[in-house]
């Protein structure tokens, strides 16, 4: 997630359960993505979003003290949150050489067609059988078109790539 919040989330979620070392690695380039780029001049609720300096977006600056909040105010172990700087393809690349295959992922896309679908496949690859793969931002056109278009090619492959899916609107207020 952009600045933590997602994963703050999940890691608060993880504390209350006594799930105090369970570790979220957090892939991200935080550079921004495409939509943030073009738009911070002229969008209002975009320049909310973004700090930039020298040509970087401090988004990984913003990410690090929403997670020290959240580890002060006890919400959160200082466990929880791992920050891998890399784009996701790379990430999910490093995770299939090493051999790790998660439970649970958490896709915050790039939200570019065909980038999104890219990025499901390849964590589609980790994910231990039986795992669960989940995401956000399913109103944004590229991810919704990549969401379909995966789920459509995993029934294509058989019954044993299948994979299910499901929406789940979240609560008023809750984002």
């Not at 991200?28 to 943030?36: A, I, K, R, S, V």
């Not at 067609?113 to 795992?131: C, D, H, K, Q, S």
């Amino acid at each position: 997630s952009l600045h933590g919040h997602s994963a703050l989330a999940i890691a608060t979620a993880l504390h209350r359960a006594g799930l105090s070392n369970t570790p979220i690695l957090c892939i991200d380039p935080f550079t921004g993505d495409t939509n943030m780029w073009a738009n911070y001049r002229k969008d209002k609720l975009v320049r909310n979003w973004v700090r930039i300096r020298d040509s970087r977006m401090l988004t990984f600056d913003q990410f690090m003290v929403n997670v020290r909040f959240a580890v002060q105010r006890g919400v959160a172990s200082g466990r929880h949150i791992l920050p891998f700087k890399a784009t996701s393809t790379v990430g999910a690349r490093w995770l299939l050489k090493h051999g790790y295959t998660p439970d649970l992922i958490f896709i915050d896309s790039a939200h570019e067609e065909g980038e999104t679908l890219l990025e499901l496949a390849l964590y589609y690859r980790v994910l231990v059988p039986g795992g669960v793969m989940f995401g956000d931002d399913f109103g944004w056109p590229g991810v919704h078109h990549d969401v379909v278009r995966f789920v459509e090619a995993t029934k294509s492959m058989g019954k044993r790539h299948a994979c299910e899916f499901h929406v789940v609107r979240s609560e008023p207020g809750s984002d």
